[in-house]
């Protein structure tokens, strides 16, 4: 059986795509991470505040609390101000970005033109 390694860095990915979840949590555990998801913002923010990740992978384009408001309201507590986000959205429009940089995003990448690799590069410049 395999045993959770509690000294990896852990990652929370907050998606409403379940193949995209499936595809950067298996990056990211192979790569020896912890990796928590949420398939909508509000269950994003509730395990952010709880599990206090090391990283937060966020959309933008979610139900029930987009990311941008997710964001907003996670740095607004003392854990959220400081924990990285790196946005992978599949809006490009320059108003998302510049909203996401606003409240504290780090990286704001467009699905499209990341491979998971390259995602996985990202992370590794703030964990």
Same mark, same amino acid.
């Given at each position: 059986?395999?045993?959770?390694?509690?000294?990896?860095?852990?990652?929370l990915?907050?998606?409403?795509?379940?193949l995209?979840?499936?595809?950067?949590?298996? /990056?990211f555990? %192979?790569?020896? &991470?912890?990796?928590?998801?949420?398939?909508d913002?509000?269950?994003g $923010? *509730?395990?952010?505040? !709880?599990?206090?990740?090391?990283?937060?992978?966020l959309?933008v384009?979610?139900?029930?609390l987009?990311?941008?408001?997710m964001l907003? /309201?996670?740095? %607004?507590?003392? &854990?959220?101000?400081?924990?990285?986000?790196?946005?992978?959205?599949n $809006? *490009?429009?320059?108003? !998302?970005?510049?909203?996401?940089?606003?409240?504290?995003?780090?990286?704001?990448?467009?699905?499209?033109?990341?491979?998971?690799?390259?995602?996985?590069?990202?992370?590794?410049q703030?964990?």
């Amino acid at each position: 059986m395999l045993q959770r390694d509690s000294g990896a860095k852990t990652i929370l990915i907050v998606e409403d795509d379940p193949l995209l979840i499936k595809m950067y949590k298996t /990056k990211f555990v %192979s790569e020896g &991470y912890n990796v928590f998801t949420a398939f909508d913002g509000e269950m994003g $923010l *509730s395990l952010a505040l !709880e599990k206090r990740p090391d990283l937060i992978i966020l959309d933008v384009m979610m139900p029930k609390l987009s990311g941008i408001d997710m964001l907003k /309201k996670l740095k %607004s507590d003392a &854990y959220g101000i400081n924990v990285p986000v790196i946005i992978l959205s599949n $809006l *490009s429009q320059e108003e !998302e970005a510049k909203k996401a940089f606003e409240y504290g995003a780090k990286e704001y990448l467009v699905k499209a033109n990341f491979t998971p690799g390259q995602v996985f590069e990202k992370v590794k410049q703030y964990i």
